[in-house]
């Protein structure tokens, strides 16, 4: 079978009530543990500790802390940290869209269908809450229990500089001013710095955990930086006018006018880069899980739309109309999750 039809079919093939409610259970752990962690770094209950809560609690697919809890369980990870360390990952990733929403930034209304941040709290609550997710985050991992110190440090340094000016700070900056007309290989490394690297230090801290030797790190990197190319291109395709923010969860048009690759190159060869990063997804999830089956489970739901059918495989049709062809996934919550 090939990669492409495995991604077409594995999901209906695999999933089961089993994986369904091993993620719900994740997903309920984490819920109840980023709570428990907000609360206890704000000791408040005021607009600012409310605006941090918002920002993380309550919606959204959770894909980078269950990738990290999947992946560390793959790898047959015992440390009592995982859950912490996963939070905190979340925690970074929430801090990052509050900022991204902002109205010098990408100016947008809706993330996770609700109102953004700044629009319910105001520009300076929002801004500060950020800071305030980020260092909470950083806290999270200085306090979480039973990791080696050696291993501690590389976990703080792996994250502070995926968040920092070589990572999503730079990727947004090239976002915002890169201007229109660059080249699809410029679009390709900004997309990796605002989304793969991210999802490059969630594997890589799971693989820190688990004390797993360098090649299968090295394999889980590029398993998740292919994966952050396939959602970043996706996240191009449900910008496009026409789709639905209520299903979406987000503004569209946003990226009207800005160098995207699906603006560059074109939905058909949108279509094909981004099955040609699924099947990189696929060839790396095998190098480094190997028989392994729950990582591979997860990340197949994620590209999966309703019944089952892969949304990123419609039939050609015009920008607006993509919507009409499937392309708008189930619980897409916008940038890259």
């Not at 500089?161 to 976002?175: H, I, K, N, P, S």
Request: aromatic share 4%; net charge neutral; hydrophobic share 45%.
């Amino acid at each position: 079978m090939t990669s492409k039809n495995r991604w077409r079919t594995q999901s209906s093939m695999q999933g089961g009530s089993d994986a369904s409610a091993e993620i719900a259970a994740l997903r309920d752990a984490l819920e109840q543990r980023i709570a428990h962690l907000l609360d206890a770094g704000t000791g408040r209950h005021d607009r600012l500790a409310a605006s941090m809560r918002a920002a993380v609690l309550g919606s959204g697919k959770r894909m980078r802390p269950l990738l990290l809890m999947l992946v560390a369980a793959d790898l047959g990870c015992s440390c009592p940290a995982v859950l912490d360390v996963a939070c905190a990952v979340e925690i970074v990733h929430a801090a990052s869209l509050v900022l991204d929403d902002m109205p010098c930034m990408d100016n947008a209304t809706l993330r996770r269908g609700k109102p953004t941040i700044h629009r319910q709290y105001g520009e300076d609550v929002a801004i500060l809450a950020s800071v305030a997710l980020l260092t909470r985050a950083f806290g999270i991992l200085a306090a979480a229990p039973g990791i080696p110190p050696a291993t501690r440090a590389r976990l703080v340094a792996t994250l502070a500089e995926t968040v920092g000016a070589q990572g999503l700070v730079r990727g947004q900056y090239e976002d915002l001013h890169g201007g229109a007309a660059r080249s699809a290989g410029a679009i390709a490394t900004t997309n990796e710095r605002k989304t793969g690297l991210l999802l490059s230090a969630t594997v890589e801290m799971a693989a820190a955990l688990a004390e797993v030797d360098e090649q299968v790190a090295r394999s889980l990197r590029a398993f998740a930086l292919a994966a952050g190319h396939a959602f970043q291109i996706r996240d191009d395709f449900l910008d496009l006018p026409g789709n639905d923010s209520a299903v979406t969860g987000k503004d569209t048009g946003l990226d009207l006018g800005k160098a995207t690759l699906v603006n560059t190159l074109g939905l058909d060869e949108a279509r094909r880069r981004l099955a040609g990063h699924l099947s990189e997804v696929d060839r790396h999830l095998d190098n480094a899980l190997a028989g392994a089956q729950r990582t591979r489970r997860f990340v197949q739901r994620l590209f999966a739309a309703q019944g089952g059918e892969p949304w990123h495989v419609p039939a050609p049709l015009p920008g607006p109309l993509l919507h009409a062809a499937g392309a708008t996934p189930a619980g897409f919550d916008g940038r890259a999750g």
